[in-house]
């Protein structure tokens, strides 16, 4: 670590290399996003072969995320494997409550706790942050029943600490836009089904196709709400909105809705649900 780096954060990332010394050995939990992108890199300096990325892929997961994460672990000189994640057969996620990310992550850390017993290793890691406390996570509670531990929560680092320290590291994935998997999309209580999750990716995939990174698109039955950040929103509602609008209803929505408080994470837990 060099002068060039904050001291307070210098000092985290010391501790995080300290408690996966402290590991042995482990499956990483790896979407290629921002979080579980820098704990694989940190993993594989202290751990090398004895670290193991696990991708879950899945009718919620888009395919160029899926291709972003194993490009990237490739990169970071991982060892990495793919698993299919089955969430929609589970009838209790289908029915999107409040706690639907607990099915989905229960039925995601069963499978990665029986590769970790399969390949010898000890523990089972996600890239949960320090930030993520102070959201809607019901998926923590999977986490905690099957023994998941979160080393960069563990480590007091936040999603801007986390930010900063991939780009010290020069890691490719310092500025990617968050993602979450195309289930959260739908307001709770909305049934998700293959073919209402394809149409909300190929939606978003077209709005990709113009440019746009900072971008969701919220399932409202006939209506699409678009969440957008600043610089999208400007292309939205001037060069590229008729464009944008093509795309969207072509996806399958009769309208198309731009949310005037643009984008933020969690905006489904904005409005009670069923439980």
Same mark, same amino acid.
């Given at each position: 670590?060099?002068?060039?780096?904050?001291? +307070?954060?210098?000092?985290? #990332?010391?501790?995080?290399?300290?408690?996966?010394?402290?590991?042995?050995?482990?499956?990483?939990?790896?979407?290629?996003?921002?979080?579980?992108?820098?704990?694989?890199?940190?993993?594989?300096?202290?751990?090398?072969?004895?670290?193991?990325?696990?991708?879950?892929?899945?009718?919620?997961?888009?395919?160029?995320?899926?291709?972003?994460?194993?490009?990237?672990?490739?990169?970071?000189?991982?060892?990495?494997?793919?698993?299919?994640?089955? *969430?929609?057969?589970?009838?209790?996620?289908?029915?999107?409550?409040?706690?639907?990310?607990?099915? #989905?992550?229960?039925?995601?850390?069963?499978?990665?706790?029986? /590769?970790?017993? +399969?390949?010898?290793?000890?523990?089972?890691?996600?890239?949960?942050?320090?930030?993520? &406390?102070?959201?809607?996570?019901?998926? +923590?509670?999977?986490?905690?029943?099957?023994?998941?531990?979160?080393?960069?929560?563990?480590?007091?680092?936040?999603?801007?600490? /986390?930010?900063?320290?991939?780009?010290?590291?020069?890691?490719?994935?310092?500025?990617?836009?968050?993602?979450? #998997?195309?289930?959260?999309?739908?307001?709770?209580?909305?049934?998700?089904?293959?073919?209402?999750?394809?149409?909300?990716? +190929?939606?978003?995939?077209?709005?990709?196709?113009?440019?746009? &990174?900072?971008?969701?698109?919220?399932?409202?039955?006939?209506?699409?709400?678009?969440?957008?950040?600043?610089? *999208?929103?400007?292309?939205?509602?001037?060069?590229?909105?008729?464009?944008?609008?093509?795309?969207?209803?072509?996806?399958?929505?009769?309208?198309?809705?731009?949310?005037?408080?643009?984008?933020?994470?969690?905006?489904?837990?904005?409005?009670?649900?069923?439980?």
């Amino acid at each position: 670590m060099n002068d060039r780096i904050n001291p +307070r954060l210098a000092g985290k #990332c010391e501790r995080l290399e300290q408690i996966l010394a402290g590991l042995d050995s482990a499956v990483v939990a790896f979407s290629g996003g921002v979080d579980s992108s820098l704990l694989l890199a940190v993993a594989v300096k202290v751990l090398g072969s004895r670290v193991l990325a696990v991708t879950a892929t899945s009718e919620t997961y888009p395919e160029h995320e899926r291709l972003e994460a194993r490009a990237l672990a490739g990169q970071l000189g991982a060892r990495h494997r793919e698993v299919v994640s089955e *969430e929609l057969a589970i009838p209790e996620f289908k029915d999107n409550p409040r706690n639907r990310c607990y099915y #989905c992550k229960k039925e995601l850390f069963a499978k990665l706790r029986e /590769i970790a017993d +399969r390949e010898g290793l000890d523990h089972v890691l996600d890239g949960t942050n320090l930030d993520d &406390r102070s959201d809607h996570r019901p998926g +923590r509670q999977a986490a905690q029943e099957l023994g998941v531990r979160s080393p960069l929560e563990e480590a007091g680092l936040t999603k801007d600490d /986390i930010r900063e320290l991939s780009r010290h590291l020069g890691l490719t994935s310092w500025d990617k836009p968050a993602f979450a #998997c195309l289930s959260s999309r739908f307001p709770y209580g909305t049934a998700i089904t293959g073919e209402r999750v394809s149409q909300v990716g +190929r939606a978003e995939d077209g709005l990709r196709g113009l440019g746009f &990174r900072v971008l969701r698109v919220r399932y409202h039955d006939s209506v699409a709400r678009l969440e957008l950040g600043a610089e *999208e929103f400007a292309l939205a509602t001037g060069p590229l909105r008729d464009e944008v609008n093509r795309l969207v209803k072509e996806a399958g929505f009769v309208y198309v809705a731009i949310d005037l408080q643009g984008y933020r994470t969690g905006s489904m837990n904005e409005t009670p649900g069923p439980a």
